[in-house]
């Protein structure tokens, strides 16, 4: 029953209002945005089963994808500036889909201590995301816009993906 919460509302809740955002926009197209529950269901379903996942994670992990997407639908039409940023925002959805099923592995934010030495990316993606909440909520403010301040949520998992991403090719070496 976790699980199926889980889905609806990390993997549901996010492909629905991705497709609501876009069906203005590109019609019955954005039907390809609800494979995200689907694949959100199957990543739930292997978290379950994985024993390699007890301090890590193999995929992206559904919280994280349902943020990004509820971040970033906060933003009003407007800001599609240009006829292509839909067709984007469902390549994005597919991308996403990919990172929640592949067998990438992504940090955990679980601290088992404090030091630096074991914490180090942990620590660095923290302080990022407070850099990024900081220029967006100052963003918002300048601007009058509070949808920017919302909008950080989207940057902070794009900087999570990145610095796993360099994580991942520095301990390669």
């Known amino acids: 029953m976790d699980s199926l919460a889980d889905d609806i509302t990390f993997g ?3 492909a629905m209002i991705l497709a609501c955002y876009l069906r203005p926009l590109i019609g019955w197209w ?3 945005a609800l494979l995200m529950a689907a694949f959100s269901a199957l990543r739930l379903a292997k978290f379950n089963l994985d024993t390699r996942q007890t301090s890590s994670f193999i995929g992206l992990a559904t919280p994280a994808n349902a943020i990004f997407w509820a971040s970033l639908c906060s933003m009003p039409y ?10 984007v925002l469902l390549a994005l959805s597919l ?11 992504f940090f955990s934010l679980k601290f088992h201590d ?3 030495k074991n914490n180090y990316i942990k620590y660095c993606f923290l302080i990022g995301c407070i850099v ?6 100052m963003r918002a403010v300048q601007y009058g816009r509070w949808e920017f ?10 900087w999570y993906i990145l610095i796993n991403c ?5 301990t390669k070496k």
Do not use: H, K, Q
């Not at 991308?95 to 592995?105: A, H, K, M, R």
């Not at 990024?132 to 909520?137: E, G, K, S």
């Open 12 to 14: 549901l809740a996010p």
């Open 30 to 32: 954005c039907g390809i």
């Open 78 to 87: 407007a800001i599609l500036v240009w006829d292509g940023m839909p067709w």
């Open 95 to 105: 991308v996403s889909c990919y990172l929640l099923v592949s067998e990438i592995p």
């Open 114 to 116: 404090l030091s630096w």
């Open 132 to 137: 990024i909440i900081a220029f967006c909520v």
């Open 149 to 158: 301040a919302l909008f950080s949520g989207a940057v902070c998992i794009v």
């Open 166 to 170: 360099i994580n991942l090719m520095a």
